[in-house]
């Protein structure tokens, strides 16, 4: 099948390049980086995770696309999800990739990468999350290939595609609470150690996952001509519009139990995200991400304002529009916003910023490009393969 | 499945063989060739060894940077700590403020003796290494007389452990730290860039009988010693002193004390 993915239009080939062009950029900023050392980068000695670390734990939550089709579909029979459930399981292969791709570039010595494997560790956190990315990365390869492959020659999918369909249900779930075990486990952190992290992540993820998914196939129907059907468009909607609300509330909570309490190590990092916090050694007052913070709140709320209503959420650039805001919102959030205030204040109650470098904003540009490579060459395939079956 | 005679010879040719190249390696030993590398860890005549090293620093005997410059130099000295200026900095001992060193014993109105203090820091050597438990290749491990300590050889450099460390104790080669070694240790190896790297309790000076650094340097100030012993100079001195640990709350059990 991937020979249809040689066949396109001047725009999918411009296309093309233009993804190609970026990977050269990462590239040679990763060659860069590989041969300094992460001195180029803005992280720190207080701030030790930064803007790869939040990226992995976005596109964790990206990966929810195929779920969130997978699970109506197989388990409980939603055939209006019939023709989409494949860009779901394609667009988490790509969303793992970038995952995988953005823990490598994030370590020091990358070439003991397979330390991991030797070095079987299962009373870490990052040994299981490795396993659960790979696993769904692999289950979703299989199925979707398999499934589409079987539309291809016009028989249904074999019964061996749904068990492992089935499979990936409980995979996809692992992956968000694993990642979030990685925060959630720490003892002195006190802005990741909480209870609901891996509920906050499984939210997150699919309403940013599905938001994402569903505004690249509004693109795939324009450019392609590729029918997505109303029912499945307006259900991926409701599913989205219900995480969302699931996302803003489980924040709420972090908010009053923080902010009720009064304690101080549960209220710094939030207020550091709203206020700013003053470094105790310097007396500065630093809050290099409150205007971030408060924007992608009020994108949160805006995007809620304009998806619960029915009549503005089933109206096409309204909703356009929605997604949109509720991806930043989602990636100001669950990224930088997680991460990096995790850090802050550092162990000693003092305050070290964090904003990333070029290179860092470099590198990730081609991470991103190669994952929409590959989502747009798998998404070639799909969509010519449903069209000549149709 | 049936033995044969020939099975049976095959086997203990190979046996013969192993024992021979055994032998054979033990030969070299003695001529100072070839040592295993748990030849280092067993306990020689000199091996200073414990249940659970501690360490106790008497802040009262501190009175400025100048008392814990000598340490801090003799640490980083004797381990090639590179000095690196600026927010992307690698140390193994230093020091801060009591509310920089104490953050969960805000005290209103705090005596001003203790107020203006410094107090030195480094890795705590918990009981209970939350570090350890991040690390996803053992590159970081607790040994049997309780340090915890790294291998640079293993580590990837995920920087999990500096997430999970509560005291800050990690730092991570941000670029090559060997231009910024002023003097170079032969003795102590550097280390390349990409790795983490902290206070070892100075194991290797620990194998060859001789106390950490820091307390050698200390004239007295520090002492290092058999936590799990109860009769050791430093649970002596645990008994007769008001000791404070760094966050006790977390439930790692750090293994290094202050008397303020």
Known sequence: MLEKALNGNKYYWWWIGLLLACIAVGAYNYVLQFQHGLQLTNMSRDVSWGFYVAQLTYLVGVAASGVMLVLPYYLHDYKKFGNLVVFGEFMAIGAII?????????????????????HPTPNSVLFWDMIVLNGYMFLNIIVGW???????????????????????????????????????????????????????????????????????????????????GEYAVKMLARIITYAMIFNVFFFGLELFTAFYSQIPGHMHSIVYLFAGLEDPATGQHLGVMVPYFWTAAFLALLSLALLIPSTTR??????????????????????????????????????????????????SLGIYAIGALVVTVLWKIAVSVKKAAA | ??????????????????????????????????LPHYEHMAPGHQHLTAKRWGMVIDTRAFHGEEDFAPLIEACHKEHNVPHLPGKQEVKWLWTDSFHASFPHNHQEFLAERVHHSRYLLLCNHCDNPPCVRVCPTKATFKREDGIVMMDMHRCIGCRFCMAGCPYGSRSFNFQDPRPFIAEENPVYPTRMKGVVEKCTFCTERLA??????????????????????????????????????????????PSVFYII
């Not at chain 1, 539309?151 to 990936?168: D, F, N």
């Not at chain 2, 095959?10 to 021979?20: H, Q």
Request: net charge positive; hydrophobic share 55%.
């Open chain 1, 314 to 363: 089933n109206c096409k650039p309204v909703l356009i529009f929605a997604l949109l805001i509720l991806i930043a919102a989602t990636w100001i959030d669950k990224g930088m916003g997680l991460v990096v205030a995790g850090f802050i204040p550092n162990m000693f109650e003092g305050v070290t910023e964090y904003m990333p470098s070029s290179t860092e904003l470099f590198i």
């Open chain 2, 208 to 253: 060859e009988g001789k106390m950490p650094a820091c307390v050698e340097a200390s004239e007295g100030k520090i002492v290092f010693g058999d936590l799990g012993d109860p009769d050791s100079e430093i649970r002596h001195i645990l008994a007769e002193n008001f000791t404070l640990r760094r966050k006790p709350d977390l439930g790692t059990s």
């Open chain 1, 98 to 118: 970038m995952c995988l791709l953005f823990v490598i570039v994030d370590l020091g010595q990358p070439k003991r990468l397979m330390n991991v494997v030797l």
């Open chain 2, 1 to 34: 499945m049936k033995t044969t005679r020939r099975d049976f010879l095959k086997v203990a040719g190979v046996t013969a063989l192993g024992m021979a190249a055994g032998a054979g390696s033990a030969l070299a030993n003695s001529k100072g060739a070839y």
């Open chain 1, 146 to 228: 398999a499934s589409l492959e079987a539309q291809k020659k016009g028989v249904p999918y074999a019964k061996w595609v749904k068990i492992l369909a089935i499979v990936s249900v409980p995979f996809a779930f692992s992956i968000h609470t694993v990642t979030a075990f990685l925060y959630a486990g720490i003892p002195a952190r006190h802005f990741w150690l909480t209870a609901i992290m891996a509920a906050r992540f499984l939210a997150s993820a699919f309403c940013a996952g599905p938001a994402i998914m569903l505004l690249l196939l509004f693109i795939v129907e324009k450019v392609a001509k590729f029918e997505l």
